[in-house]
């Protein structure tokens, strides 16, 4: 799995969606907030689409971990032109060897402590 996190690293820094697409599964489905899915087809071309603005983006893996049919990534990534870091959580399912299903959590850096403020105990 360390070659598919390598591909995706690669992918996001240059843009080479071909090179993903043979670890997707034929039935490969991308899950994003709320109900929102797409299709291995739908979901390259909406991630080739949204590349072309990216282009240059440093990735930087930080943890890949698997458990049974899981894999899970967490990358910072640097947008091209001084642009906002990005920390990033990517979920994988393997199923046969190829990424059947896939989640992503995306968070601005700069947002983290804003986005903690739910996890500060109440005051009594």
Same mark, same amino acid.
């Given at each position: ?9 690669? @992918?996001?820094?240059? /843009? ?7 670890? @997707? ?8 907030? /709320? ?9 390259l ?15 930087? #893996? ?8 899981h894999?899970?990534m ?8 001084? /642009? ?9 399912? #393997?199923?046969? /060897? ?7 959590? #995306?968070?601005?850096v700069?947002?983290?402590a804003a ?10």
């Amino acid at each position: 799995m360390r070659n598919t996190a390598r591909t995706s690293a690669r @992918l996001i820094e240059t /843009g080479d969606v071909d090179a993903l697409a043979p670890f @997707l599964s034929d039935d490969f489905v991308h899950h994003r907030p /709320g109900t929102t899915t797409s299709t291995k087809v739908e979901w390259l071309a909406a991630v080739r689409a949204a590349l072309v603005p990216l282009a240059g983006m440093q990735v930087e #893996i930080h943890q890949v971990l698997a458990d049974g049919d899981h894999v899970v990534m967490y990358s910072r990534r640097w947008l091209p032109d001084a /642009g906002p870091e990005i920390a990033v959580v990517d979920i994988w399912r #393997i199923d046969d /060897g190829l990424i059947a299903e896939a989640w992503e959590i #995306i968070e601005p850096v700069t947002q983290v402590a804003a986005n903690l403020a739910w996890w500060k105990p109440a005051q009594h």
